[in-house]
């Protein structure tokens, strides 16, 4: 097909290796600022509802940015397979991004969902039930549904990058060494979850490294 004159092929722009280390950042930062809100105990008093609410909703700021930075981290793998991309694979790890997304979403908007109502009924009782059923709720979605996605996810780019052997194999090691541990646990905790992030940034900090090796050829 012939280009016509003045039109340019798209290329990524090596900033957007930058996107896996933003995500890591912004979503650790969520994270710990859930954690430090929401009680280990689940039949602790209600009332870190309202005694947390400020760093809940900076989480729930925060939260949106870390996902358009991790569409933009997806868009940079993909970018890096090329050619390799096998329709399978990719398929599954595009799509469990894509989910493991979504539900962080949906348990920051049940985070959002809790504090709200509280806002709304301020100088009245608290429904103990549901603020404890939020809670579970928020909790079972981000630390095993998502969770589980997230290692899916890290098994299927692990599996690309040993069969096409883009990435060094210490780190598809260490990716199905993770994401295993991922699959397995079984534990509410919210520090758990920050192993994903952690693993985003190690592989970006070496996307990174290997753009500069190139001396400045695209990610």
Known sequence: MTVAAGVRHLTTPRSAALAGVLFAVLFSASLVLVRMSVPSDPFAEPNWVTDGAG??????????????AFLWFLGVLRDRLGDYEDRFFSSVFFGSGLLFLAMVFVSMAMAGGIVTSAAEGAGQAYDVEVVRFGRATMLEISNVYALRMAAVFMISLGTIWLRTG????WLVGVTYALALMLLVVTTLSLWTTLVFPAWVLLVSLLILAASGRAGGVRA
């Open 55 to 68: 760093r809940l909703r900076l989480a729930m700021t925060l939260v949106p940015l870390a996902g358009i």
């Open 166 to 169: 883009l990435m060094p194999r």
